[in-house]
């Protein structure tokens, strides 16, 4: 079996390392594929030195040849020696000399092949001798130069192509820290648009019906990189790209004009959007060629396609732009990294916290098999005792322990179970040779009595287990889904600390730091540290103002307000998104007739994360018992929202542990709950055992109702959860039993409060008060049982 589960796990193994394989198979294909489609590309890019020339140079290739084969992949070497020699041969006739550069490629690359010596640096000076010498020969030979002609035409050649090597090697050097977390530097963005530039020039000549592709694609390049990185990245992305076609084409300075001019006007107007940017830049190229009667239909399709494969590019291409080109970008993308990478190591922490849970669960939980087999073994237990209680000291234990030790054995099990099923008698056989009948059944009775009892204390025991372990396993579940919220509670905003930042330095508002983020709710939150000041409401007077005119957001500051370090004299303040309601809340109570306290608790409240609860629980009875049930129920459901707890983990918790308080008594407890976003007014209602609720909006009143049983009568609560969308304006009510059950004939029902509630408006206090004058008028000034009310009005925050 063992070999059989080793031989399986060597086959999944063996398949993984298969799957792995054709995954690495494919990514080094592709990477051979872009390094030759590079090669060809580049082996095509021809500069014209004066407008007078037809023929022109091609060092770019050779360049590009030797930045690759420093990197001493030999595999990588060759195929971009193919590639360069088949763009060579692409542009042979456009060339001065270009059968030189293929002869130079070949010597270039069976030197790396065979004699490759180990430095970089003579990698690099043995192929520029290579270069030189090649040029040198074919000069000499071939054209026939003149010796001093030929030596300075070879110097210029091999030069042109020692600060091309240098920017390309930069700029593949630059390409590998892409998705490290590297900050590049304006000088490696440069380098890296450089090499982008020359391979679009590569393109050359190439048209699609008579409209040219290398246009189409570098305006499209100039327009993508303007959007993402503004007008400074545009301009020098235009320019390089006009250089790079300007030189191809024999028309520099309109090539210049044209990309680096569009750059400029699609980066400054970036902020407007893709559609906005588009057309800017549709309209200063219009007004360019109008100025230089350059209106042509040509020039306007190929601006046109451009514009349309700009507007095409996905948005998570631009944002993984962004994220390189864009330092602001790049520090908030790393700021997220990290936090994520401390989240994941605290979440991992928690987890195993939580399988220790499970496990703990699991252990206190009864084992049924097991009790099976203590069962068994109890009957034995029983008779080992029994006799020894009545036979130790006999006279004839020999005789039947023994001699007849199967008889006397089954006779005592006899005896246990007519006793425990109420008669009390001895078995035949056992009456004829037993000498000790009454001490027999004086032990038995004690035994079996014994027995009971210790077997009621062990069900206590299991039972007290069994909630134990619901309680942990509930726990445990609580966590899980804490986790899972905290995975995603922050995300950090850097265009609002940016602007955030702005704001404060242009007041000359000093702060030590500044962190913005979004919560999981979608809400804005600026953390601020700034110097303690004196000056009365500075916070709230000149900050927040300052940075609501800035972001056009409502913000106020959280509950905690300024925390102030004495030591540093440092004050800390979170700065939140206003919420768009707020709510006020009263309270009105009578106790049953005859006591003193009243046996319900109610709780209401603005929370941390921006809600409005309102909690009523009604214990069991009336009094001071009663009242420490409801207030126990109140204030656990209380701080487990406010925990950051769901609705049905905080119900199922506050049951399992009113289940283990007041298991012994049964006594229980109900709840209502009513839960208000105070920025959208989505509000949730939770009922366990509870008289409904009603919201009145105008004459208009709407009674909220469910049937769960009180806390403690059931092991796991089916929670369900009510939902509505308040307004302001609208009131919430709710009430005890009591209020309702004002007379035999009306108990439970609502009718008396609706038709009351449609026929008076009033603030909360006064509407609490007189919904409980009416319920003691209605009962006659006879209490049955605590009333409580508490009426709760939304409003439009200012």
């Keep these: ?172 050097n630059s390409l590998e820290e ?76 309109y090539s210049v004009a044209f990309f680096g001019v569009g750059g400029l006007i699609v980066g400054v107007f970036k902020d407007t959007g893709k559609i906005f940017s588009i057309l800017s830049g549709v309209i200063i190229y219009t007004a360019l060629a109008l100025y230089s009667n350059a209106v042509t239909l040509k020039l306007g399709i190929e601006v046109l396609s451009s514009s349309i494969l700009f507007l095409c590019i996905p948005k998570p291409v ?46 206190l939980r009864n084992d049924s098999e097991n009790e099976k087999l203590l069962i068994k073994s109890k009957g034995s237990a029983l008779v080992e005792n029994l006799a020894d209680r009545s036979c130790l000291n006999c006279e004839n234990k020999s005789l039947c322990w023994e001699k007849g030790f199967h008889q006397t054995f089954n006779s005592f099990q006899q005896l246990i179970q007519n006793y425990e099923k109420g008669n009390l008698a001895i078995p035949v056989d056992l009456q004829k040779k037993c000498v000790k009948n009454f001490t027999l059944l004086r032990n038995t009775e004690a035994i079996v009595s014994n027995y009971n009892i210790n077997e009621a204390i062990k069900e206590r025991l299991a039972e007290g287990k069994n909630i134990v372990s619901a309680h942990i396993s509930n726990i445990s579940c609580t966590l899980d889904n804490l986790l899972s919220d905290f995975k995603r509670e922050v995300s950090i905003d850097s265009d609002l600390e940016r602007i955030v930042k702005r704001v404060l330095n242009k007041n000359m508002i000093h702060y030590n730091d500044v962190f913005c983020y979004v919560d999981k709710n979608g809400r804005v939150k600026i953390r601020l540290s700034i110097n303690n000041y004196e000056k009365s409401n500075y916070c709230e007077k000149d900050i927040l103002s300052l940075l609501g005119s800035a ?121 209502d709950l009513n839960k208000v976003n105070l920025y959208d007014g989505e509000t949730v209602f939770v009922k366990i055992g509870a008289a409904p609720s009603f919201i009145k909006r105008g004459r208009e009143v709407k009674t909220i109702n469910s049937k769960n049983l009180p806390f403690g009568l059931v092991d796991e609560v089916d929670v369900e959860i009510i939902k509505e969308t308040l307004r302001p304006g609208d009131i919430l009510v709710n009430v ?43 009962s006659k000034g006879i209490i049955k049982d605590d009333m409580t009310v508490v009426v709760s009005k939304v409003y439009l925050d200012s």
């Design 1 to 172: 079996m063992q070999y059989g589960l080793g031989m399986n796990k060597y086959e999944e193994i063996n398949e993984m390392t298969k799957i792995k394989r054709k995954v690495w198979l494919r990514a080094s294909v592709a990477k051979l594929g872009i390094i030759l489609v590079i090669g060809i590309l580049l082996g095509r890019v021809n500069l014209l030195l004066n407008q007078s020339d037809s023929r022109g140079i091609a060092p770019i290739g050779i360049a590009y040849l030797i930045a690759i084969i420093t990197r001493e992949n030999k595999k990588k070497s060759l195929v971009a020696a193919i590639g360069i020699a088949i763009g060579y041969l692409t542009i042979n006739d456009l060339l001065t000399d270009g059968y030189i550069y293929l002869v130079s490629v070949i010597l270039i690359t069976m030197y790396y092949i065979f004699i490759s010596p180990i430095k970089r640096r003579q990698k690099e000076l043995a192929s520029f001798v290579i270069i030189f010498g090649s040029f040198f020969f074919y000069g000499l030979f071939i054209n026939k130069y003149e010796l001093g002609v030929n030596i300075t035409l070879c110097l210029i050649q091999t030069l042109i192509v020692v600060p091309i090597y240098y920017v390309i090697k930069y700029a593949l």
């Design 178 to 253: 892409v998705n490290t977390n590297y900050f590049f530097s304006s000088e490696e963005l440069v380098s890296i648009g450089i090499f982008m530039c020359l391979i679009i020039a590569g393109i050359g000549n190439i048209n699609f019906m008579d409209y040219s592709v290398r246009n189409i694609c570098a305006l499209t390049l100039v327009l993508a990189i303007a959007y993402v990185g503004g007008a400074a990245y545009g301009a020098m992305i235009g320019v390089a790209m006009g250089i790079m076609i300007g030189v191809a084409s024999n028309d520099m300075m």
């Design 318 to 363: 631009y944002k993984s732009i962004e994220v390189e080109i864009n330092p602001y970008k790049k520090k908030a993308s790393l700021g997220e990294i990290q936090l994520d990478a401390i989240k994941e190591e605290f979440t991992f922490k928690l987890k195993e916290l939580t399988n220790v849970l499970l496990v703990v669960s699991k252990c």
């Design 551 to 671: 972001i056009r957001i409502k913000l106020y500051v959280g509950d905690n307000g300024c925390n102030i370090n004495t030591k540093t004299n440092e004050c800390t303040i979170v700065i939140e998104e206003k919420p768009k309601y707020s709510m006020v809340s009263y309270g009105a109570i009578e106790p049953k007739e005859g006591e003193t306290q009243i046996g319900d608790s109610y709780s209401f409240g603005k929370t941390t994360n921006g809600n409005y609860m309102t909690i009523l629980s009604d214990g069991m009875g009336s009094g001071p018992e009663a009242r420490e049930e409801s207030k126990s129920t109140v204030d656990l459901v209380e701080k487990l929202m406010e925990a950051g707890f769901n609705e049905d983990i905080t119900v199922n918790t506050v049951n399992s542990i009113v289940g283990m308080r007041f298991a012994e008594g049964e006594k229980y407890s109900t709840l």
């Design 736 to 778: 005890s039993d009591g209020v309702l059950d004002i007379d035999k004939l009306n108990s439970g029902r609502s009718n008396w409060i609706e038709e009351f509630l449609k026929n008076i408006n009033a603030d909360p206090r006064e509407l609490s008060e007189k919904i409980l004058k009416q319920a003691m008028k209605l």
